[in-house]
């Protein structure tokens, strides 16, 4: 079946998807563009784990903007970004790199340095970095992004937050685990005062310390922490949410294992201790860049 005639049907499958894409909740009208479409669809399918049917739906979508519209179009941008953000999820770093590089150049070029959406970007290659065990490239990339959010948007705002936490996850990773916690503790008394504690960014920061303190052998501190973040998404979330699992997992493996853990050495593999919420990418929907749009003309 021909492009052509499969561009309804895309546009229903969206319409009626409501949730599963930022964009499927706006209006019918919004979907007229037939390129719209395909972006959207490939959101649509990277949400539902399906990784060959997203990259092909976001192929024939950048394919159609870069003729239709300039390669550096914001909206040609957003479905380089997204293509990024599906690489780096099925590890392919590579290609992941490269689409953000992309997308960066040119967000730079048409909105400058400092936009929120170059910013998101931004993060998103500190992310890549991280993966590929570039530290210095990694901290470079976070630093930008978090100083630039704080600016524009606020110290407490939830996406300078996001940056803040990622920065966590590198340290971590990388055993440095005074700065680790400083950024932790950071990003969780700015995500409890900005959205409350028993929010699920809140406690996946929660759960992050708990990782970090049980690698480090403070267990005490570990239990208390998982302990908050299972107790606060079975609250928040279903009990068989894959949050609360990870949560109720983690717990589990600390209390089977406490004995054997003050023997091993601190820097064992994460996985032993339980497992960190992963760095928080940003997706460069058309939905996401209307709301960072609106922020920015409010002032706030």
């Known amino acids: 079946m021909g492009v052509a005639n499969t561009r309804p049907r895309a546009e ?25 479409n395909w972006s959207c669809l490939g959101d649509l399918y990277r949400n539902q784990g399906k990784p060959k049917e997203a990259e092909e739906m976001y ?25 990024g953000v599906l690489y780096r ?10 689409m953000f590089q992309r997308a960066l150049k040119g967000r730079e070029e048409a909105l400058g340095p400092d936009h929120a959406s170059t910013l998101g970007i931004v993060n998103n290659l500190g992310i890549v970095y991280a993966g590929q065990g570039m530290l ?12 630039g959010r704080e600016k524009i948007l606020g110290p407490y705002d939830p996406l300078t937050l996001r940056t803040i936490n990622n920065f966590g996850i590198l340290y971590a990773k990388h055993n440095k685990k005074m ?21 699920t960014l809140t406690l996946s920061t929660v759960n992050n310390l708990g990782v970090l303190y049980a690698n480090h052998g403070e267990l005490k501190k570990a239990e208390e922490t998982y302990q908050r973040a299972l107790k606060g998404y079975e609250k928040a979330l ?14 589990d493996i600390l209390h089977a294992d406490q004995d054997k853990l003050k023997e091993e050495d601190a820097t064992s593999d994460e996985s032993r201790f339980g ?11 058309w ?6 749009e609106s922020r920015r003309r409010r002032g706030g």
């Open 59 to 83: 192929h024939i979508a950048l394919k159609g903007k870069e003729q239709a519209l300039v390669p550096a179009h914001g909206s040609t941008l957003n479905t380089v970004n997204n293509l």
């Open 12 to 36: 229903d499958i969206i319409y009626k998807a409501s949730g599963d894409a930022g964009c499927s909740r706006m209006p019918r009208s919004v979907y007229s563009g037939s390129w719209r």
């Open 287 to 292: 939905a996401i860049m209307e709301c960072l």
């Open 275 to 285: 497992s960190s919420t992963e760095e928080t990418i940003d997706e460069m929907s």
């Open 136 to 147: 210095k490239r990694a901290e470079e990339m976070y630093q930008r992004a978090s100083k």
């Open 179 to 199: 700065k680790a916690e400083e950024m932790y503790q950071r990003a969780l008394t700015g995500y409890e005062k900005e959205l409350g504690p028993e929010h």
């Open 238 to 251: 279903e009990l068989n949410h894959t949050l609360t699992r990870d949560a109720a997992n983690n717990l």
């Open 89 to 98: 999820n099925q590890g392919s770093l590579k290609k992941a790199e490269d």
